[in-house]
């Protein structure tokens, strides 16, 4: 089977697969990504499409929608090379619009597409217990049901394709708005005296308690902005669920509000460390015109 | 000891109080609200002054800053008519302004003043299990203990005057806009096609699952609105809490389309609900222009 | 020529068309809408694909993408009944991602496409001095200029296909944020206790004082929200528009802080007023929580 | 008289008054920016209280409400040091809150006081033709009248002391989300491949083309942002207008998203630059997560 995208996330599901007796060829678009899984028995692709010729499944873990629409067409795109039958697992966050163009790119070339992009960021990625939102025939979910599993811990099947892509990018958006709540908490409790330590521990228990704060808030104390979730693909994630937003004709504050401070924490240079960063652009802007 | 606010919440604590053992005089703006204190044995008053009369202890428990001030001055104010030494417990939320000049004018009366709102809405407060935030001197809080500990199961005392005050708009801010983006995923949910039964499971469990989301998202599917906290109050809180934002110079914009958010849901008549009606408006705003 | 869409603006910009010479045959989706032109010496279609059959142009003045989707395609869609090298002039505001779509959808049909929305509402429609933002080829803007000089004063050629509906909903995106702005500044106004007509003076003049602005205060201290541009329509261009900025990674709070206002406005039943009906709803949110 | 704060608006001020036959005594927080008054034949004190003493008249002309505090309390405070019935003309914008405090302590000091902060940036102040908007009891307003029209060319009087603050404080609202709404128009014409410049000949002409906007989008196209009216001065004036929004109860959605665009761009280092450069931080945030 082929992997394209050796990244943080994805290296770490593909050595899985490997350990877990999958055959896997890998490919990644840096080269030098790939030698874990190498030093782990498996191969490494010049090409998607030489590392997607023969294989029974493809699984892509990429960046964006542009980053699996650069691996699907063209010359080494792998999906002119798949055999008729192959599965596709695509497992990059991209939200739905751009999971039901790959299903119809996948359809014209005879390939199975399932889209099943995973909740869980460098850990359970390494610990094989990623959480994987389905979207598909059922028939394929249940064929490629050993691939997730040996990948991570539950799989939700949640609809035809494009619904594993859209629940996706909705709980992102929760966890992105609820992220910059915790943030813009800390920055009003700085500002009004209060101690930021004590409120972590306020926030953390009790009605708001949700296990993603309890696990950024301390960051944001420390300011230890080592990225396990790049704050620029969650501004990516809160902008694709607010791209379906505007085009279905809603409108959500909250989230805008807090798609625009990432917005701003990336323009500001915190893009590459976490997403808890998201506290440093709020605590700059908090000092007022006059820098208080 | 005198308790002037027998609304939703102010029953069920002088309730408790009475039962356990204090003589509760109570007093409300609109009579009637008092029977159930009356029926445990406490009695009522015919002004804030009268209640508080001769009484060691006063607790406030009203819906606003206005309010607060209402029940303070003029001939049935109730600080003109304390004696020396008197304790107030200031257990509204009124944000860390008011509550220091709550703390000016009880000096100038000689009064002992400690900002002592609550967490928790309906059911801890008929239980007493409510948790306090009290800012104040440590020795009038050691004083009041016995009384906050008759209403509630935890007091964290945060520092001097304001500062219980403070923790609480920072906390109800959180609670606002995680609510307000809760609302926001739930209406993405229902756009995108997902189940949103389906999907209420998957953000209340792991990362976002939050006690508060979890008790609340079942009303947003149900569109059972019946009040245990009523939006037009979280909205006053989230707007207290920008308040104090703008004043200190912050800009906090996740909180502010959140409040925007309850703003907009009061103005369409959903101020009497419960604050998870935000969920309806956010609804109706998706359906669009075309009113798809 | 062929005219599609005979509503407010369809039936002012067609008669002007039949009155300098054009034969017009007009189609509009609920009848009755067509008198006017059937009175000036048109004549009536009962599909627009009888109404563009033969025809050498065709004009369509639509709600939105839907509804120029709705009379393309399908057996009565006029796309399939047009000859080679008829010229379709799309005056509706869809966006340019609708306007390429559109262009695609002409070119299959050997049918020459230009975008040309409009700016102005009622009053120079029906004087004929519309400005036209026009993208297209060159050639084919030179061809249609006579008709789009029979309806209005100004021509800008802003590009390729797509370009006059990008540079369309950037006008109206700015539109509507000024007027979300003027409408915010009287609210505040009020409150503040300023005198709102004194405002809307000085408002109106120096640095603040664009032409739209001066129209439209007036309405919003009076309350007369008879319609010249419904307030859905201009929630549906910012909407178009920030869909845009998402598709582009962009973010625009200033412009979303506007739409959310107006999905406020229209979700509270302003939809078919006046855009300037905005500052009803503001007014409302400004109660606050507590009515005042 | 006396002239507190020698900025780049107060020295121009200064100048004039001194021109037209006042005898001006000034002082600047930082010494060094009263050069030009003194060779104008002014003469500079050493603190507000040494300007005051013996005045007629004080004006003050200082960045926020910090910086007026600043100047009447205190030793050095010029409150203490006026003689009974001299007149403080206020031309901060400091909003109608900080103008009712200034009014109570003078008041308190025996001074008469009024609100006339001004409409215009620094070529207006050079040339006296800048416009007061005037809070205070009329007969004050008379009397200091010559002072103001060798400052400026039109005095609006609004009402009590207060009102000249609350008017300014709204018109630079509607100014900042002007521009903001400008520079996010130009930012998505950027995106969206239109001719930046041809977008601002089209936005400065017809409905949208108010004076602010034809005067500043030329600098956005140049980036040249050498500054008229410094951006950290403007997120300032909307800070202070949502700070009374919030006191009032009100939500003003558009003007809370312009607000965040101007903190953003302060805290990415643009806050001493033109208010234009609003556009700039936008830009940037447009690149999107990827960097487009």
Redesign the interface.
């Known amino acids: 089977m082929a992997f394209l995208g050796l990244g943080a996330m994805g290296s770490r599901m593909a050595l899985n697969l490997q350990r877990k007796g999958f055959e896997v060829i890998g490919w990644n678009r840096t080269a030098g990504k790939g030698q874990p899984l190498a030093e782990a028995g498996g191969r490494l692709a010049g090409s998607p499409a030489e590392a997607a010729r023969g294989a029974d499944f493809v699984v892509t873990m990429l ?2 929608p ?1 980053a699996v629409r650069g691996v699907t067409a063209g010359p080494e795109g792998f999906l002119g090379a798949c055999r008729s039958g192959t599965g596709w697992i695509e497992c990059s966050t991209i939200g ?1 619009s751009a999971a039901r163009e790959m299903a119809e790119a996948a359809r014209a070339a005879k390939v199975a597409f399932i889209d099943a992009p995973v ?1 869980g960021s460098l850990k359970p990625a390494a610990d094989g217990t990623l ?1 994987f ?1 389905v979207g598909g025939p059922a028939d394929e979910v249940t064929r490629v049901r050993p691939l997730l599993e040996a990948m991570g811990r539950t799989v ?1 099947h ?2 035809p394709a494009g ?1 594993g892509a ?2 996706k ?3 992102n ?3 992105g ?2 992220l ?3 943030a ?2 800390l ?3 700085e ?5 930021r330590a ?2 972590v521990d ?2 953390g228990e ?8 309890r ?1 950024k808030a301390p960051l944001m104390l420390t300011e230890d902005f080592t990225p396990a979730f790049q704050l ?2 969650l ?2 994630d809160l ?1 694709l ?21 990432y ?2 924490a ?3 240079g915190h ?1 590459d460390q976490d997403s808890a960063a998201v506290a440093a ?2 605590r ?7 820098g ?1």
Chains 1, 2, 3, 4 share one sequence.
């Open positions: 960046s964006d542009a739905p909740l959480v939102l939700h949640l609809g619904q859209a629940a990018i909705v709980f958006m929760l966890l708005t609820m910059a709540g915790l813009e908490a920055t009003l409790s500002r009004l005296g209060l101690d004590r409120m306020l926030l009790g009605p708001t308690g949700a296990p993603f704060l696990m620029k693909w501004e990516k902008g669920a607010l791209l379906d937003a505007y085009r279905l004709g809603a409108t959500l504050p909250a989230s805008e509000g807090a798609h625009t401070a917005a701003a990336r323009a500001s893009g652009i709020l700059e802007m908090a000092r007022g015109p006059a208080a």
